[in-house]
């Protein structure tokens, strides 16, 4: 009887969906479930207010090189960036496979930048975001135009994987400031759409570096071509009906996609598309995936040679009816490229007081 019911809303509503829209992929903010989670408090590192740029070889306070395994699990005194766990959370539970990140897979493994953006009154998930360095994150500026959304109401969640229980990796913080690029400009297509959000840490109470929160690196110029395989992960909705009755999946969700060209970008979106947005996604077939509602700000990522996964875009918008529901109207997601924006990322993270939510440009 419920799945009958389900089908029936489900067909009215996509009835009154007909006309494709351009819409940000962030949509509405829905109450998840969340849990009273001890903080993992540890040391503030003589690095707090870096970015990483890759992965380094890491001095003891001996002196001794630590291999990348050392450094990985020795805390916040390590420059270790986008390395990924070797093997899953050992609370994990085997669950079946699901479709989320739109037509992506629960994933099975940790993907320890990925952070949550959550309204501390309504304990609603806003958006989510990557974590850059010790103190700061990197999100999409959009997140930000309900002026609900403000530095005092939104708590920072790292280590986060299974929002339904506590699996004692969560790290939480409340926000110091928000650094919106003084060029972001609102409405479809986001111009400069991206946010540096520094995280209020004290001596005693800083960002853990562990096997489940570490930092993203930072891209190179251009380091990833038209047809690398990159991925994009978050907790956003799978397809309409779920969105409409708010049935949030609990478990982050990942899909595999590749970049595509510029020509391929503007083939779908025309003069929308700046130098300064990327596309990702498959054009047709079955195996098409995308972001969808929820998403916004998190990461588009890419893994180098050395195996370090680098921070190549923030989900920022995009042109469906939702999310990419039939390979027939299959178009990309469009994203944040981040080393366009390298430079503003490291002169904003150098800034020490918080003043004004627009960050200066370069």
Not at 37 to 52: M, S, V, Y
Not at 237 to 244: A, K, P, V
Not at 310 to 324: A, P
Request: one cysteine or more; charged letters at 25%.
């Amino acid at each position: 009887m419920t799945s009958s019911r389900d089908a029936l809303l489900a067909s009215a509503i996509l009835v009154s969906l007909a006309v494709s829209c351009l819409i940000g992929v962030q949509g509405h903010a829905i109450k998840i479930k969340t849990a009273n989670i001890p903080r993992l408090d540890g040391a503030r590192g003589p690095n707090a207010d870096k970015i990483f740029i890759g992965s380094t070889r890491t001095k003891s306070g001996d002196g001794d090189v630590l291999s990348e395994e050392e450094a990985l699990f020795a805390g916040s005194n390590t420059d270790v960036c986008g390395k990924r766990p070797t093997h899953p959370p050992i609370s994990m539970w085997p669950r079946r496979s699901a479709a989320r990140v739109v037509a992506g897979i629960e994933s099975s493994n940790r993907w320890p930048w990925q952070v949550a953006l959550v309204n501390k009154t309504s304990k609603e998930a806003i958006c989510g975001g990557t974590l850059i360095g010790r103190d700061h994150i990197v999100t999409a500026a959009h997140c930000f135009d309900n002026e609900e959304w403000h530095e005092d109401n939104i708590l920072v969640v790292l280590g986060e994987h299974d929002w339904s229980r506590p699996e004692g990796t969560e790290q939480r913080f409340p926000v110091d400031c928000i650094h919106i690029h003084r060029q972001y400009v609102k409405g479809i297509p986001y111009t400069n759409d991206i946010a540096v959000v520094k995280l209020k840490t004290a001596p005693g109470h800083d960002v853990v570096i562990n096997d489940y929160v570490m930092p993203a690196c930072m891209p190179e110029k251009n380091e990833f071509k038209a047809g690398d395989m990159c991925f994009v992960t978050g907790w956003g909705y799978t397809n309409f009906l779920d969105f409409t009755l708010g049935r949030r999946p609990n478990i982050i969700n990942q899909a595999r996609l590749p970049i595509l060209s510029r020509k391929e970008c503007r083939g779908a979106y025309g003069s929308f598309i700046s130098n300064r947005m990327i596309c990702a996604g498959y054009l047709e077939g079955e195996r098409r995936a995308d972001t969808c509602k929820g998403d916004s700000g998190g990461p588009l990522v890419c893994q180098q040679v050395d195996g370090s996964w680098k921070l190549v875009g923030v989900t920022s918008w995009g042109e469906n009816t939702f999310c990419n529901p039939s390979p027939r109207d299959a178009v990309p997601g469009v994203y944040t490229k981040v080393d366009k924006y390298r430079k503003w990322i490291e002169k904003t993270v150098d800034i020490k007081k918080c003043r004004t939510r627009r960050a200066p440009v370069l």
